[in-house]
């Protein structure tokens, strides 16, 4: 559902590594999710999606995972540069109204 | 990807007066347009969506005269606050998708601030 209230939860992770990011999505009927990359004062920028028939799925760079059993969705960046900084949100859609749920949100830091 | 344009990027209007924001897709017929409001360090709360040429439907706690949407066309939907309040000030963003479930493609965002 809707966060409100909360900080968001911030990762460092030195240049060239690998990052991993984590979200808990909350309808176990959920068939699609979305990783979204928001940088300071823009809209969110769709990065990767994945469906509920899949377990995984992989782009330039980014690799989602996906995890049913457990209801998580993990977002891995390989080797980490400085143009990743952003917050990164991933978003479920209801299977019943389309609409998209967010989560809160994970901050970035690449660090020099 | 997708182009959605949002317009304004930035306003400041007084306490009391309209504000109307933009949503173009630039590339792409947008059958349904979202629209978000953003706190600072905070996730993205779903105002209304929006249906081309059918009224929008708003959110629990979001006031649907207060926060006026119109989706006349596939391309554009709008964004009125009115009566603007301090309060409102925030980060307003749009988003549109083209069919049903697929990605939705996101506007740049409007920064509102009420003085």
């Known amino acids: 559902g809707e966060s409100v209230g909360l900080h968001l939860p911030t990762l460092s992770v030195q240049e060239g590594d690998n990052s991993i990011i984590n979200c808990a999505y909350s309808n176990s009927a959920s068939d699609y999710f979305i990783w979204y990359k928001q940088e300071s004062g823009k809209g969110p920028q769709f990065i990767i999606d994945i469906r509920s028939n899949m377990d995984k799925r992989q782009g330039q760079r980014v690799t989602v995972l996906l995890n049913k059993t457990v209801k998580h969705l993990s977002l891995q960046i390989a080797a980490t540069q400085p143009g990743d900084s952003a917050v990164y949100f991933c978003?479920?859609?209801?299977?019943?109204?389309?609409?998209?749920?967010f989560g809160t949100g994970t901050r970035l830091k690449v660090l020099a | 990807g997708a182009v959605v344009s949002q317009h304004p990027s930035r306003v400041i209007c007084k306490s009391g007066t309209s504000v109307k924001i933009e949503c173009r897709s630039l590339?792409?017929?947008?059958?349904?347009m979202f629209w978000y409001r953003q706190f600072p360090k905070q996730s993205l709360m779903l105002m209304a969506t929006s249906n081309e040429g059918s009224k929008a439907t708003y959110e629990q706690g979001v006031e649907k005269d207060k926060f006026l949407i119109n989706h006349a066309s596939l391309t554009l939907s709008t964004l009125t606050v009115t009566s603007a309040h301090p309060e409102d000030s925030s980060f307003y963003i749009c988003?549109?998708?083209?069919?049903?479930?697929?990605?939705?493609?996101f506007g740049q965002g409007t920064r509102l601030t009420v003085v």
């Open positions: 988003s549109a998708r083209e069919g049903g479930p697929t990605e939705a493609f």
């Open positions: 590339d792409f017929q947008a059958t349904t």
């Open positions: 978003a479920e859609m209801d299977p019943g109204t389309y609409k998209y749920i």
